[in-house]
């Protein structure tokens, strides 16, 4: 069974700058979430994907926006960076349950805005 | 929104059993109480959920009494690997599915 896997693993762009961030899900879930954790803070619930489509959403702007493809992998855009995107990046996927499901992270990719 | 709180941090020895509780004073009828692990740059890993009572895995037990108003991760003998930050979440806003992550507690293990 595979494990949640993301990419890149660190990236450098400058402010102004669009990136692109990549998620696979662990085989067998259907639903993908994406995190924003800052240094030192607990991570901050961007979104969430399910059956290719945003079905929840944190507290982050427009310019933070997503994909899920049939295979259920994901990508996170974020346009116009700002310094304060720097962050870890983390992927989480999980099986959709009527109630409880329990969220798998990737290892993350680390952002940094100059 | 209910919130979940617990310990900052907390310092302990090789060997020693580590118990740390967290309380979710407004957790509701269907929430479950999972804890997660979390090492420097690295994603969260699951650790163990559970509903009521005891649940107990090959890592770790969770302690959860009848009011569900509270739960205590307890860690068997830790070890230096065991360093890292543990937190506690409540499953809530089943609309979003969104998981809430607190500051969670920094455990030290020392030789």
Redesign the interface.
């Known amino acids: 069974e595979t494990g949640?896997t993301q990419s890149p693993t660190h990236l450098i762009k400058t402010r102004g700058q669009q990136v692109t961030l990549r998620c696979s899900s662990q085989s067998g879930h259907n639903?993908v979430?994406w995190?924003q954790q800052a240094l030192g803070?607990?991570?901050?619930?961007i979104f969430?994907y399910y059956r290719e489509e945003e079905?929840?959403?944190?507290n982050f702007p427009p310019r933070f926006s997503g994909l899920q493809f049939p295979n259920y992998s994901s990508e996170l855009n974020v346009n116009a960076l700002e310094l304060d995107d720097s962050a870890?990046y983390?992927c989480?996927s999980s099986f959709r349950a009527e109630?409880?499901?329990?969220?798998?992270?990737?290892?993350?990719t680390?952002l940094l805005v100059l | 929104l209910a919130k979940t709180t617990q310990p900052i941090s907390m310092d302990s020895y090789e060997g020693q059993e580590v118990n740390i509780t967290c309380s979710h004073n407004n957790i509701a009828t269907n929430d479950y109480i999972t804890w997660y692990q979390q090492f420097p740059s690295q994603g969260p890993r699951f650790i163990i959920q559970g509903y009521k009572t005891k649940v107990t895995n090959e890592v770790a037990s969770l302690f959860i009494p009848a009011d569900r108003k509270s739960s205590t991760l307890s860690l068997p003998r830790v070890s230096l690997s065991d360093t890292a930050v543990y937190y506690c979440l409540v499953y809530l806003d089943t609309g979003r599915r969104a998981l809430t992550f607190g500051s969670g507690t920094r455990l030290q293990v020392q030789p």
Request: proline share 7%; charged share 10%; net charge positive.
């Open positions: 949640v639903t979430s995190y803070q607990g991570p901050q619930f969430q079905n929840g959403r944190g870890l983390l989480a109630s409880q499901e329990t969220q798998y992270f990737g290892p993350g680390r």
